[in-house]
């Protein structure tokens, strides 16, 4: 069992270009969630999607941040036009019930 | 809403000292308690989880977490710290009607000395 996969774990987008994150959840989970780590402030919770469905995505920025989490293939976080303040590391996690959550490596932005 | 709060933001202690770091929660059902560590540059990994029964939960790596419900705290401890405990740590909660996702608090970084 792979573990919950996130790639890149690195990645530098200059200002205004679009940066795309992916997160391949654990075999058998269908719950994922998104969070992203500031330094000095903790992971906030971004989104919480089910196969196809966004279950909650109350921690999203209104603009330019989507996610998806198709039938097929992995969740997507995207962040278009970004901006220095989208630097940070993004973590994904998944679950199978909601109760036990596996997280992966993390993606580390860097906006130039 | 619940929240978290993870009132130690940074701590130092020698190794063998003993170690307890605090966290609160505020949401009034019932709620699942997790606490996480942070090696520098890796992802989060489980420490302990306490869903029901005994408040008591012993976890890896000799950490141990004490469920107060009247207290709204869910404390972590090590008898004896040592220099490879340097981390970050990380209390979440999860309420059982809060749409599954976890709450964090916002971390305690942990140094031990040699």
């Known amino acids: 069992n792979a573990g919950v996969m996130q790639n890149p774990r690195h990645l530098v987008r200059r200002r205004g270009q679009e940066a795309r994150l992916r997160c391949s959840p654990m075999k058998g989970h269908s719950h994922v969630y998104w969070y992203r780590q500031l330094p000095e402030e903790g992971l906030k919770f971004m989104v919480y999607?089910?196969?196809?469905?966004?279950?909650?995505e109350s921690g999203m920025p209104k603009e330019r941040f989507s996610a998806e989490f198709p039938k097929e293939g992995p969740s997507i976080l995207r962040i278009q036009q970004v901006v220095r303040g989208d630097s940070a590391a993004y973590f994904c996690a998944s679950s199978l019930e909601g109760n036990g959550y596996t997280f992966g490596s993390g993606t580390r932005l860097t906006v130039v | 809403a619940q929240s978290v709060s993870q009132h130690n933001h940074h701590v130092i202690l020698s190794e063998a000292a003993s170690l307890e770091l605090g966290c609160n929660y505020s949401?009034?059902?019932?709620?699942?308690l997790f606490w996480y560590v942070q090696y520098p540059g890796q992802h989060l990994q489980l420490l302990l989880k306490?869903?029901?029964?005994?408040?008591l939960v012993k976890g890896i790596k000799g950490f141990e977490a004490e469920f107060i419900k009247s207290k709204f705290s869910f404390n972590l401890r090590k008898p004896s710290v040592q220099w490879s405990d340097t981390a970050e740590y990380f209390c979440?909660?999860?309420?059982?009607?809060?749409?599954?996702?976890?709450?964090f608090g916002t971390g305690t970084q942990l140094k031990v000395e040699l």
């Open positions: 949401y009034g059902g019932t709620v699942n």
């Open positions: 999607l089910q196969k196809e469905n966004i279950i909650d």
């Open positions: 306490y869903f029901s029964g005994d408040p």
């Open positions: 979440a909660v999860v309420s059982t009607g809060g749409g599954n996702k976890l709450t």
